[in-house]
């Protein structure tokens, strides 16, 4: 399997692929046509040296990716809000609103991260706190605190999957990995090749969060502090390092077949049977509209498959 840069994310009824600076949005509307929208993304990140630099790029590579996939999900969702008979809007209607939006999705990106840290790192240590009469060693509980965090993390996915909304998204994410796992095997890509390709892949965000969860446990048995408050500050500092190395370990598992980085994947992959579902036909369509926007597949295969065959 040869790794791409190609990436992306289910949104509402659509596909966001991502490569390299371009991405494109395929969404299916409610009359059954599908639109597709290309940009290019500009980093917030403003000194693109820091997301180049290893176990630095992770932390800012995933607050862009946290900022791109609320902007495209805000988009996908437009196509589905109650029609109503608006007028035309001028041009300055048009700033305020696209300033209104900003705001919003700001807002969404700080409320969701502050949301994160207390349900998954400051809440799992409380939770473990309670066992100390029972368990008094600082270590044990640092350990359980992690399986608490990881159970939580499960629970949550098991929770949402039973929206109908959400069951449909997990569909379309499923879409989404079918199409990278189609390109990356030298697969034509078709709805029939995309259909039997793998919906787990090595590079999901599902994988990110696992690995992020697992490194946690390790890093707080090292780091240790007596101050309870201080524990919580600790916790909430690592993020960062957490995620950078979290990031590293996810781009060596997606371009490495060995043994050792594959049963590291494991439990990632595991997960990822909840959060991508098997999508159907007219899923898969979309999802191939959204890679071929931004991705030269044909491209992509001629050179790097036909080398192998060289070689």
């Known amino acids: 399997m040869k790794s791409s840069n190609i990436g992306g994310q289910a949104v509402l009824e659509g596909i966001m692929m991502k490569n390299k600076d371009d991405y494109a949005v395929a969404v299916r509307k409610p009359d059954g046509d599908i639109i597709v929208q290309k940009d290019t993304y500009s980093s917030i990140i403003k000194w693109k040296a820091l997301t180049r630099i290893p176990f630095v790029r992770g932390i800012f590579n995933f607050?862009?990716?946290?900022?791109?996939?609320?902007?495209?999900?805000?988009?996908?969702?437009?196509?589905?809000?109650?029609?109503?008979?608006?007028?035309?809007l001028s041009e300055a209607e048009s700033a305020k609103k696209e300033k209104q939006d900003k705001l919003l999705m700001g807002g969404t990106v700080a409320f969701s991260v502050v949301i994160a840290i207390a349900v998954f790192m400051v809440l799992p240590y409380f939770l473990s706190g309670l066992l100390k009469p029972v368990v008094p060693s600082y270590h044990v509980r640092t350990v359980i605190e992690g399986f608490v965090r990881i159970g939580i993390f499960i629970a949550y996915v098991l929770l949402i999957s039973r929206m109908d909304d959400i069951q449909r998204t997990f569909m379309y994410h499923g879409a989404e990995h079918k199409c990278i796992n189609c390109i990356e095997h030298g697969l034509p890509l078709n709805v029939e090749n995309v259909r039997k390709s793998s919906r787990q892949h090595k590079r999901c965000g599902t994988s990110f969060l696992f690995f992020v969860l697992?490194?946690?446990?390790?890093?707080?048995?090292?780091?240790q502090v007596e101050s309870p408050?201080?524990?919580?500050?600790?916790?909430?500092?690592?993020?960062?390092?957490?995620?950078?190395?979290?990031?590293?370990?996810?781009?060596?598992?997606?371009?490495?077949?060995?043994?050792?980085?594959?049963?590291?994947?494991?439990?990632?992959?595991?997960?990822?049977?909840?959060?991508?579902?098997?999508?159907?036909?007219?899923?898969?369509?979309?999802?191939?509209?959204?890679?071929?926007?931004?991705?030269?597949?044909r491209t992509y295969e001629a050179e790097n498959f036909q080398r192998t065959e060289d070689i």
């Open 63 to 88: 607050i862009d990716s946290m900022v791109l996939g609320i902007k495209t999900l805000m988009y996908s969702a437009d196509f589905f809000e109650e029609e109503e008979e608006e007028k035309p």
């Open 229 to 297: 408050l201080m524990r919580i500050v600790i916790r909430i500092a690592l993020i960062p390092v957490i995620a950078g190395i979290s990031y590293e370990i996810l781009k060596l598992a997606g371009r490495s077949e060995n043994p050792l980085i594959n049963l590291l994947s494991r439990p990632g992959l595991a997960i990822q049977k909840l959060t991508t579902k098997e999508p159907d036909d007219s899923m898969i369509e979309v999802a191939i509209q959204a890679v071929e926007a931004v991705f030269d597949w």
């Open 214 to 223: 697992a490194i946690s446990i390790i890093l707080l048995l090292i780091i």
